[in-house]
């Protein structure tokens, strides 16, 4: 008996709804702010002095459960350095057609070198404009920042880079469809001795 009445329950709940007041949101005109750990656009970061965090130890590719992400290491020449390591990333893209956004390759970065931007713009007509490479993920040059490849200026060796009190992450756009590299960064201060600021 309760069967015959399972449709008119069901179309009780779209008459009710008709009532309500619909919710327009008005994009792209109005952008809804994102939370502040939003998870967007990738972003490979620097250090004080322009060099890459990124290693080249490919973590990050091997942590992604959707395998979106490419890396290739290359060995650094002394003087002429893209990272203070021994090694930096030579190759590295993400594919934005798999990538599910989960953070998994933020968790496995061993350097901070790869975080994640409030950007969430990233639909495109293209399927190879969704590939993006290392020159568009990495971070802009801020003043005072020199482009590598140049020798390490922080320090005699690369433990000079770790054990600093300054580190930088990210910072959300205060306008959430305004692109990653037209902002700054802003400085995060972390324990002596932890590059990722945990205790």
Known sequence: MSSIFDPVKGFGVTFATMFKKVTTELYPEVKKPTAPRYH????????????EKCVGCELCAWACPADAIYVEGANNEEGARYSPGERYGAVYQINYLRCIFCGLCIEACPTRALTMSNEYELADDNRRDLIFTKEQLLAPLRPGMERPPH???LGDDERAYYTRESHYRPVPPADPGEAYDQKAEFLFHAPQGSPDGAA
């Open 151 to 153: 020798a390490m200026r």
């Open 40 to 51: 967007g656009r990738h972003v490979l970061n620097r250090h004080d002095d322009g060099l």
